[in-house]
């Protein structure tokens, strides 16, 4: 039996190639096929047939898009920068689930969060506002010469940890607001 390669409804992940978000993209997509089509016996039963991972060239993109049929517009779920990052998981699920599916259950994925259930608008969870004591800041520079901030350093846990998880491309660096956390 012969199946197309692309079945709606779709999911495309652009990620920057430059700032290495392949990994990223690709536990996304193995995230929402875990959820989405898992418990389905037939292409019929699945809420997503297809997961695009599209490789972009324009520094420090990465969107979600979900088309519904061939006839249908895209409509964008996520995007790293008009959204302030990366999503959790879970409220990227609610945020397909409400195109593709408004009916079904996700099970945990609908569970509350910090007491608000997240179905029809994304929240930022909120910053952090005491951090671990860090050891002082060392510089070690990464094969592009980016030495860590002590943001960085906290996040990470260590000066090398944060060096070696520099995960923006030049370009991306240069244009990247004060506070990027991921």
């Known amino acids: 039996m012969e199946q197309d390669p692309i079945a709606y409804p779709l999911v495309s992940i652009l990620y920057c190639v430059k700032c290495n978000w392949i990994l990223r993209a690709s536990w996304y997509e193995q995230e929402l096929l875990q959820t989405f089509t898992s418990k389905a016996q037939s292409a019929n039963e699945a809420h997503i047939n297809s997961i695009i991972l599209r490789p972009s060239f324009v520094p420090g993109t990465f969107q979600v ?91 990470y846990g260590s000066p090398k940890l944060a060096a070696s998880h520099k995960t923006f491309c030049e370009e991306c660096i240069e244009t990247l607001p004060p506070t990027w956390e991921m």
């Open 65 to 155: 898009l979900v088309k519904t049929s061939a006839d249908s517009e895209w409509v964008l779920i996520w995007d790293r920068v008009k959204d302030g990052g990366f999503p959790e998981a879970k409220a990227l699920k609610q945020c397909i689930r409400n195109i593709i599916s408004p009916d079904t259950k996700l099970g945990h994925s609908d569970k509350t969060s910090n007491g608000t259930l997240l179905t029809h608008s994304l929240s930022l969870p909120a910053p952090v506002t005491s951090t671990p004591s860090v050891p002082q800041n060392v510089p070690i520079p990464t094969s592009r010469g980016h030495i860590p901030t002590d943001t960085e350093i906290r996040e």
